[in-house]
């Protein structure tokens, strides 16, 4: 069962525009972590947000997480091409990460 | 420092047939990770070891699908026999520690698996 829902399930923009994608989820978490997948390759880490963090940062990336509204976003700002790909919210429910469960993902398409 | 290596990338089979994947995880990274992708999907686990226990295999498909990860280190996932509805991505992911979802996971390229 998916734990995590990501939305939109496709956002398309012009480089230099700011994307924003939301992950929702169903119960207690320990942590949440957001990963991209350019398209044929593997997964990439981008940011981990534990249930006591508010929110991130990393570089271009912002993650917000609100454990009252069981949410997440990833803001990717002054967005490039190189940014297009799929992104997925990643949730650990479970003790030891039992239960480790991705959403179905945003695709990004950032067009020049 | 070498990434998380699977092999082979591309595997092309007739249902019923036997596959096998292999993956080498990070150095030293103690959990080993396999995930089933499908199209247009996110990645679903299928089983999880902790050095060369299988500490989650919940959602691996025990009929036709199996798992060994000796001596801690490199690991095998085999289908046997494959049906038509295989036909996905296979991931493998490694993590330093055996925090299970408190860690960074590391992908691997995938094997991608179609079967006729």
């Known amino acids: 069962s998916q734990q995590g829902e990501e939305d939109p399930q496709a956002l398309s923009i012009q480089e230099g525009e700011n994307a924003t994608m939301n992950c929702s989820y169903k119960?207690?978490?320990?942590?949440l972590q957001w990963y991209r997948q350019n398209s044929g390759r593997g997964l990439v880490h981008l940011i981990l947000?534990?249930?006591?963090?508010r929110e991130k940062h990393s570089g271009r990336l912002r993650v917000t997480l609100d454990t009252s509204k069981k949410s997440s976003s990833l803001l990717i700002t002054a967005s490039r091409a190189a940014d297009t790909a799929s992104y997925f919210c990643?949730?650990?429910?479970?003790?030891?990460?039992?239960?480790?469960?991705f959403g179905p993902g945003t695709r990004l398409s950032v067009l020049p | 420092e070498a990434g998380v290596v699977q092999s082979p990338r591309y595997k092309i089979i007739e249902k019923k047939q036997p596959v096998a994947f292999w993956c080498n995880p990070i150095?030293?990274?103690?959990?080993l990770y396999w995930y089933r992708q499908n199209l247009g999907q996110g990645p679903e686990l299928l089983i999880r070891?902790?050095?060369?226990?299988?500490?989650?295999d919940s959602q691996l498909p025990k009929d036709r699908f199996s798992a060994e990860r000796l001596k801690g280190v490199d690991s095998t996932l085999k289908i046997q026999p494959a049906e038509l509805g295989d036909s996905a991505v296979y991931l493998c992911?490694?993590?330093?520690?055996?925090?299970?979802?408190?860690?960074?996971?590391?992908f691997g390229p995938g094997t991608r698996l179609l079967v006729l």
């Open positions: 992911a490694s993590s330093p520690g055996t925090s299970g979802g408190g860690e960074t996971q590391y």
């Open positions: 119960t207690s978490i320990n942590n």
């Open positions: 947000i534990r249930s006591n963090e």
């Open positions: 990643a949730t650990d429910a479970g003790n030891y990460g039992q239960n480790f469960v």
């Open positions: 150095s030293g990274h103690n959990t």
């Open positions: 070891y902790e050095n060369e226990e299988a500490v989650d």
